[in-house]
């Protein structure tokens, strides 16, 4: 098991540039609610089970007018893809949070 593992900012950054890419991402988001002094709250979470699959979190706000579960699967999709072709992780979930709706494209 990988534990506070170098590679979770490497992922992060893979995930983020992969969600950024799709049509219909206004922007990535902070984790709402969750406020540090330490470190400023991160758009994109990844985390390790016990075999060593990765599970991610992304927080996204979206363009208005976009269908939000076509949305989502297309986030998973691509991410899952440039993750496991960029790293020798293989990814468990994806998970997608849109925190806002930008009305102004």
Do not use: C
């Not at 534990?3 to 992922?11: F, H, L, P």
Request: no cysteine.
């Amino acid at each position: 098991m990988i534990e506070g593992s170098r590679y979770e900012d490497i992922i992060a950054s893979i995930a983020g540039v992969a969600a950024y890419k799709i049509n219909g991402v206004a922007s990535l988001s902070s984790v709402p609610g969750r406020k540090s002094r330490r470190r400023a709250p991160k758009s994109v979470q990844v985390s390790f089970s016990k075999d060593d699959r990765v599970s991610i979190d992304i927080y996204v706000n979206a363009f208005s007018g976009v269908s939000v579960p076509d949305l989502s699967y297309d986030i998973q999709q691509i991410v899952k893809k440039e993750v496991e072709n960029a790293t020798n992780f293989k990814i468990s979930s994806v998970n997608i949070f849109i925190t806002g709706i930008v009305f102004n494209q």
